[in-house]
DNA sequence: GGTGAGGGCTAAAACGATTTAGTCGGCTTT
DNA sequence: AAAGCCGACTAAATCGTTTTAGCCCTCACC
């Protein structure tokens, strides 16, 4: 059983291929088919179960109606929700997405996104590695929209991005900690040069000042980027073990970094929160789960994904006309989730 | 900036579109094409920054190098690191893999085959749902191999299948929680008819009846399909008001209704192993990190998404040739996985 | 000097759709 | 009755590749 084209169906209809297009692109009205000839081709192509090839169809229209979606790592939860929210937002619009991990590894980034544009993706949603603004800034000239997500370039506004205010939601954080009496609050963060998370640091170094309160080296911990699971683990080992006597509170900067803080947590048997506080950025089913459960600043996973989709929609309307106008990136609130760590 | 096509290559290296595209395929020496032409060709191409379009290429062959991988929902920590692992082992065929959740929808199922099918990929690694059989023959029929992973149609043995030994991983919890010196063992499983599930409940009740003790039904609860989080917790939570006096421990069948128990302890603050001993099929970070951690029995996630993937290449390589073999699902072996729960 | 055998390349068909520019016969219109 | 128009279709080009069949040249050989 052979796949059926176009021109079986125009053979066994009696009529050409062009006028079985048309019919199977609701053009037959516009294209002035008569009734009969449409319901006949209609029923035979129902008859013979056609689909039509959506490579050829791509290759002929140029659009694929597919987008590229680009993320660190698609087993991680927070990546995973927002490339299930951007699946679902895209189908609304009749696009397909394919997603792809980068491991946040420049290398790997520029192989995928290579390899989607040979695939022909109409347009791209990125979590964008350091380096790659040039590589998008080519896509763009290429007439393929591009959208960041989660992470944005603050010298390249000619690139769209949507994501959490990541300083709104640390400082918001922070004021809570502080409200709650805690001066001496620890930080644990990832080595990166990446402007959202420099944006969480800095809120946080803000918002001792604002205190006047002294920001301590000793306080802040930094995992090293490629550092393996092991030797994270130790890293936040000997943060920790100053818990409750050099600072009465910690402020995870990511998900993974708070999950690791958990399993620490439990090594060391640390009482939270009458020890330490902890204040994690961003959810995870653990911290609602753990015992004592861990108080979180929420990111609007869903919301930055249908900002992304529209964006990049909104792109793809107006691809081709040249001037893309430049505008700061769209910075989504968060949302402070108590619990009991704090 | 436009894209570069084979042809533009030709036109500035001087020679045929033919003699471009053997140098990109590495047919130029078997094509005879001279060595000073063929460096010609490959500046060119590399000046002018050539990728080859797919969808063409895919066209003209009727091969994409793409495997349609469909899962129950990518957001499962279990599917999302069996679509993880696939798509690793996939690359070093040098496949592509695009994914898509099922929601475990019938009706969505057919879908996502239509348009993967419309897109043109080689081959399916599917986690069926009950009644997809006779869809899945349909696309064999096409010459389009399919692997599933996960769940299996026992009546069904030409379509090859890979997934954990759930009988066997059953009757291993069993005999481990039976072997402790529990007797009254509850049971949690989710409503369905597909043989994967089938395997894991009779494994419990052989396990039963292999010691003499009798399979009670107030011991099982079975939660509907389609509950949403809240119904679910429902049913779960009046399952364990039971905990330490009807029953002294409980077999969670899945990873999610695993998670759904830990959230009903917590609420109800039974004391675990001491009022109750728990078990979990499946594994998860949650488990991992639970006070107090829940043992399980973990599946072979990695070697299920090779093996699926090195049958599905196998099955690839001898597209064509008619007889398909009809073959005894493959069955991975689980792990034990002892933590403080029991 | 005609024949055959490579060597080095190209022409053109094909994949399955979309889309532009007709064709053709009958009916109005003047 | 010639010209134009309209309704209902179709022919053929096109998208970017791959691949088969061949073309033309040179050289060896008898």
Redesign the pocket.
Known sequence: MK?V???DIARKAG?????V??V??DKAVK????RE?IEKVENVAREMGYR??QL??G???GKTKTIGLIVENISNAFFATLAKSIEDEAKRYDYKVVYCSTDNDEEKARDLINMLSQRQVDGYIITPTLNLAEDLRKLQAESKPVVLIDRYFPAHTEIPAVLVDNYEGVSRGMEYLLGKGYSRIALVTIETEMAHMKDRVRAYRDALDRHRLEVQDRFIRIVPYNSDHEAALQEVTQLLSGAGVVFDAVFFLTNYLGVLGIEVIKKLQIKVPEQLAVLCFDDNDIFRLYTPSISVIRQPIEAIGQKAVSTLMDRLRHVGEDSVPANAPVQLQADLVKRESI
Chains 1, 2 share one sequence.
């Open positions: 796949k084209s176009i021109s009529v050409s291929v062009s006028t297009s048309f199977m692109n294209m002035r088919i008569s000839v039509p090839n050829a169809r290759l002929r229209t």
